[in-house]
């Protein structure tokens, strides 16, 4: 008679709560995400500038698949800094 039944209101208005409520929950998960981002960066920088010690020292949290790059200082190329090796030349500082 009019073209809708009480179904489809329900089905409408179940509908439209789904949608605010998906929007909702991704602002939340956002908000966390910046969040965690934030202490992260804060906590990665305690005072400032690190030193170059704990720069090339690979920390537990980069252990996972990252691995860390140390500059030679003699023939600039970059080498891995667990099993770094050495290129050869007089004064390199590395092992081989
Ligand atoms: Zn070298």
Sequence with gaps: MF?????KLLF?????A??????????QMQQRNDQRFKQRKTARKPG??????????????DA???ETMIEC????SYVAAS???SCGR???PYPG
């Design 3 to 7: 073209g809708f039944s009480l179904s």
């Design 12 to 16: 409408t208005a179940v509908a439209i």
């Design 18 to 27: 789904l949608v605010i409520y998906g929007f909702r929950w991704i602002g």
């Design 48 to 61: 400032g500038a690190a030193t170059s010690a704990q720069r090339n020292a690979p920390s537990a949290a």
């Design 64 to 66: 996972g698949d990252v």
């Design 73 to 76: 200082k003699i023939c600039g």
């Design 83 to 85: 099993g770094a090796r």
């Design 90 to 92: 007089d004064n390199c």
